[in-house]
Every structure is written in structure tokens, then in C-alpha cells.
Nanobody
Framework: VQLQASGGGLVQAGGSLRLSCEPS????????MGWYRQAPGKQRELVAR???????DYLDSVKGRFTISRDIRKSTVSLQMDSLDVEDTATYYC?????????WGEGTLVTVSS
């Protein structure tokens, strides 16, 4: 199964983007779905994660600005990003962790200009 992430791009500070992640086939036994990001010269970090029961985790710096959502039937996960800041500039990766494996998308670049 491959994950295809989309929705990245160039946006001005204060703007919004919506990232989406779609698998090439339905994934069963999903435990968590999430988004990570990696900025140049920095380690990859968890941005947001949603658990099977619907609870969520967010990176402190994105709380109140980003919202993660999912469609269990389609195994898709999205990230609505509002009030973007230059510090949000990074390559964003989607992740699906299931009982059958850990899947990663190739990444989509988000660039926020001042």
C-alpha cells in the first residue's frame, strides 16, 4: 500500500492550506493516522495524530490552528492548516499505523512566506 499526499504549496503567512492523504488500497486494522513534518536541518516531528477511537494529539505550536480529520471507510486523513506561520515551512508526511504495517507518504512541501 502506498500513501499519496497532496495539498502542499506556497502560501503567505496567515493563510491556509489543506493536506490530504489517500492510500492506494484500503488499510484495515488502523491504529493511528497522522501527519509529521521535517524542516531543513531539523528532525522529523509529529504534527497531529488521530487514534482509532477518535482522540487526537497535536504539536503544541499548532494547537488551535491545525485540525486533523479522517475518513475511516476510505482510510484517508487530512490536515487543515490555518493561520500558517513561516515556522510551519516544512515537508509534511502522512502516516498510517495499522496492525499490518506502518505506512508513509512521500511528503508534500509547504512553504509559508512572510
Amino acid at each position: 500500500v502506498q500513501l499519496q499526499a497532496s495539498g502542499g504549496g506556497l502560501v503567505q503567512a496567515g493563510g491556509s492550506l489543506r493536506l490530504s492523504c489517500e492510500p492506494s488500497a484500503k488499510i484495515s486494522g488502523i491504529r493511528t493516522m497522522g501527519w509529521y513534518r521535517q524542516a531543513p536541518g531539523k528532525q522529523r516531528e509529529l504534527v497531529a495524530r488521530i487514534y482509532g477511537g477518535g482522540s487526537t494529539d497535536y504539536l503544541d505550536s499548532v494547537k488551535g490552528r491545525f485540525t486533523i480529520s479522517r475518513d475511516i471507510r476510505k482510510s484517508t486523513v487530512s490536515l487543515q492548516m490555518d493561520s500558517l506561520d513561516v515556522e510551519d515551512t516544512a515537508t509534511y508526511y502522512c502516516n498510517v499505523n495499522s496492525a499490518w504495517g506502518d505506512y508513509w507518504g512521500e511528503g508534500t512541501l509547504v512553504t509559508v512566506s512572510s
